[in-house]
């Protein structure tokens, strides 16, 4: 397959097959790009005589880069409106890669490649660079520095720290040991309650009996007939209550007696 350079020159061809015909003809290219299948331009060849037809065509461009075929479809035709195709001719069909041609023979003639031309390319352009006399960097003397530092060295060594001193705590601990038994002979007397509870029993019996006799007060008023009976069941309920009330608030010691 041919290889077409983008946006360059190309001549569109045809030459009929019958030299002797004298009839007038015209001839018709179209190019289709073969990938897409879509028709990239028609073109109108010129007739030169003796049955030759060219035109020159600008090759469509490579927009990705990678190559782009393409297809050249001539046909010819009897009339100007280019509307009847001759029957004695058929139409070609030529296919192209439109891709850029690199031009090897510029790196150093011929179809090889020669990498000892573009040596001597290189070499040829540098030696067109002036030369410079570039002082060479004087050694660097870093003995002082390295003297300096092993006698900072030899007097870090010779530094002598002192070991510290064992701390003694054996005040502080003395100190403390007589706090603790100032603590512990502090006397806290025990607090006896029996007072305060013998107090709230009585204050508690003194209630009830007030609330009983002023139930006996109300009852009397609606069950005059009863009211012995109705004492006897009550003086019961104030003996349970009594004992119950004594019971909750009987002081701890004395419990500890009847035991």
């Given at each position: ?12 061809t045809y030459v ?112 067109k660079i002036p ?101 006897e069941v009550l ?25």
């Open positions: 397959m041919d290889q077409l350079h983008p946006t360059e020159q190309f001549p569109i009929l097959d019958d030299p002797n015909d004298t009839g007038t003809y015209y001839v018709r290219a179209v190019i289709y790009d073969d990938v897409a299948g879509t028709t990239i331009e028609t073109v109108d060849l010129t007739d030169l005589g003796g049955g030759r037809f060219k035109k020159i065509w600008y090759v469509c461009p490579d927009v990705s880069g990678q190559g782009r075929y393409i297809s050249i479809v001539t046909k010819v035709y009897t009339d100007p409106g280019y509307t009847t195709l001759a029957d004695s001719y058929q139409q070609k069909e030529n296919k192209y890669l439109v891709q850029e041609r690199w031009n090897r023979g510029n790196l150093g003639g011929g179809v090889a490649f020669s990498y000892k031309r573009i040596e001597e390319i290189v070499d040829k352009a540098l030696g030369k410079t006399n570039i002082p060479k960097p004087k050694e660097t003397d870093l003995q002082p520095i390295v003297d300096a530092l092993i006698e900072v060295r030899n007097e870090v060594k010779a530094i002598e720290i002192p070991k510290p001193e064992k701390i003694d705590f054996s005040s502080v601990l003395d100190g403390l040991n007589k706090v603790k038994k100032a603590v512990e002979s502090i006397y806290i007397p025990e607090t006896d309650l029996s007072p305060v509870i013998a107090e709230l029993e009585r204050m508690k019996l003194e209630n009830i009996r007030e609330e009983i006799s002023e139930m006996f007060k109300k009852i009397g008023r609606f069950f005059l007939d009863d009211v012995d009976e109705i004492k003086n019961k309920l104030q003996k349970q209550i009594e004992e119950k009330a004594f019971i909750a608030f009987k002081p701890k010691d004395e419990e500890k007696t009847d035991i």
